[in-house]
Nanobody, 123 residues
Framework: VQLQASGGGLVQAGDSLRLTCADS????????MGWFRQAPGKEREFVVA????????SAANSVKGRFTISRDNAKNTVYLQMNSLKSGDTAVYYC?????????????????WGQGTLVTVSS
């Protein structure tokens, strides 16, 4: 598993942004995928996760109704659609893969991590 996240940038509050995470490995469809974020001076926190088939998702309360995770197993890619962005969403966003069954919001339960992409939301 080798994850490469992209799509971050500088946007204004209220804007939308889509992050992409591509896996160059061969086991993408067998992994639960998640997005986490880490703001300066804060711990890494869970954002969203999606199961292997893409039929079940989970989201942190802070992003419910605004952020959506999806995946395309044929393209080995997971997406994070972020709408109605707020200044509090400013962080480095990381995609992660979990080989065990079941969604999780715990960073230590993910086996592989991408390098992160910076999202900055100006108010």
């Amino acid at each position: 598993v080798q994850l490469q996240a992209s799509g971050g940038g500088l946007v204004q509050a209220g804007d939308s942004l889509r992050l992409t995470c591509a896996d160059s490995g061969r086991t993408f469809s067998t992994n639960v995928m998640g997005w986490f974020r880490q703001a300066p001076g804060k711990e890494r926190e869970f954002v969203v996760a999606i199961n292997r088939s893409g039929g079940v998702t989970s989201a942190a309360n802070s992003v419910k109704g605004r952020f959506t995770i999806s995946r395309d197993n044929a393209k080995n890619t997971v997406y994070l659609q972020m709408n109605s962005l707020k200044s509090g969403d400013t962080a480095v966003y990381y995609c992660a893969a979990r080989s065990s069954y079941g969604l999780s919001g715990v960073p230590t339960e993910y086996n592989y991590w991408g390098q992160g992409t910076l999202v900055t939301v100006s108010s």
